[in-house]
């Protein structure tokens, strides 16, 4: 059976500059991957596809190139369109993707002129792939096992849903990487690559992806800054992939993700406890689900985050968490790196909480 799958990328992840351990298969997973920086050392663009590539920028690619489709001559295991901002103004030429399979194999891919990248290169396969149905129960493992725990059948690698990766994109010294290993995975029809597919923010482009080093607003007063004409929108672009309200926990894709290894599962909670879009805070209470997936009658799960409110301090606006966090020399953050102390969001931030971090 052939190794053909389509994807079109809509990521919304962290940056990451700490340091991670030495690429081994036991730590290929969300929470043992999550400090990890981009890889170095292979050749920019190694593994673009040939061909043009200059048509239906932002479009799902696997309308046409997956089996079936009008273009099943030229069935991509990943292709999208890279762009500056989540609103997709405009595109990032000469942009990198990189992404890591579960093998350590490095794919490398360029966007052209018009911010499009594509590749047919393998992705390796993950023996202890668990299913999950939209990223929660019902968990299904994909292998077997014996009493003891020894691998009997590996999960199948001819299905796209056992090719696990991470990716990354950059642009000049401006990187994101995806929030999570994840697999390729999804319908046969067309296939998709995580929820960051779905939950990019990327305007309505469904193939799209974004890297950007500007600023959100092209302008901000040098005083009287506003929550909601200039903050929110701030953190409604940088933060929103993650801190959320509610549950935001990466899937359960892989065996030591599983929910029987408890404080020691492999899952991360992505926001860290920190909702940032909202002002003072959020609870949230999420329907318990069976193992068939459905809700169970009247039982929740809670979740209680703190607000922009808790990150921000208005007599010394630089020291900030909300700042320190995310500026370029700061403290470490999953998240990473956003801006220096001279970026146009930095200095809004920045002025707003100086201001006294009014919810105006």
């Known amino acids: ?4 799958t389509i994807i079109c ?12 351990a030495v690429y081994n298969e036991s730590n290929f997973s ?48 990943m292709a999208g369109t890279l762009y500056e901002d989540r609103s997709a103004r405009s595109v990032v030429k000469q942009g990198e993707v990189i992404m890591e399979d579960w093998d350590g194999n490095i794919i ?45 059948e590996p999960a ?33 029809a067309r296939n998709r690559m995580s929820c960051n597919m779905h939950h990019g923010g990327v305007a309505h482009r469904a193939g799209g ?26 953190l409604r672009s940088k933060c929103s992939p993650c801190h959320i309200p509610g549950k935001a926990k990466t899937s359960v894709n892989t065996k030591t993700a599983l929910p029987e290894f408890g404080v020691d599962s492999t899952c991360i909670d992505y926001s860290g406890g920190l909702d940032l879009m909202t002002y003072e805070g959020s609870t949230v209470k999420v329907p318990k689900l069976g193992d068939d997936g ?4 009247n039982e929740f799960d809670t979740y ?28 470490q953050h999953a998240g990473g790196v956003f801006w220096n102390d001279s970026s146009l969001d930095y200095i809004a931030l920045r002025q707003w909480i100086a201001e006294g971090a009014l919810e105006n």
């Not at 990766?165 to 046969?188: E, H, Q």
């Open 1 to 4: 059976m052939k190794k053909i």
């Open 9 to 20: 990328i809509s990521l919304a992840a962290f940056v990451v500059v700490a340091l991670a």
């Open 30 to 77: 969300s929470r043992g991957r999550m400090y990890q920086p981009a890889p170095e050392g292979h050749l920019i663009g190694q593994d673009n596809g040939s061909g043009g590539g200059l048509h239906h920028p932002g479009e799902d690619c696997g309308t046409c190139h997956r089996v079936g489709g009008r273009a099943e001559s030229h069935l991509f295991t």
């Open 108 to 152: 490398s891919m360029t966007s052209n002129e018009v911010g499009n990248f594509w590749t047919y290169s393998p992705v390796a396969s993950d023996p202890y792939t668990v299913s999950n149905y939209h990223g929660h129960e019902p968990f299904v493992p994909m292998y077997v096992e014996d009493e003891e725990g020894n691998l009997l």
């Open 156 to 188: 199948d690698p001819d299905s796209s849903n056992t090719w696990h990766y991470k990716t990354w994109i950059r642009n000049g010294n401006a990187y994101r990487p995806m929030a999570s290993i994840a697999g390729v995975g999804g319908s046969s």
């Open 209 to 234: 992806l974004w890297v950007g080093k500007g600023s959100t607003l092209t302008s901000y007063p040098a005083s009287g800054l506003s929550y909601q004409k200039h903050a929110y929108p701030i």
């Open 294 to 297: 459905k809700p169970i009658p």
């Open 304 to 331: 209680s985050k703190i607000g922009v409110l808790g990150v921000v301090n208005t007599n010394a606006s630089e020291q900030s968490a909300l700042l320190l966090k995310t500026v370029s020399g700061g403290t």
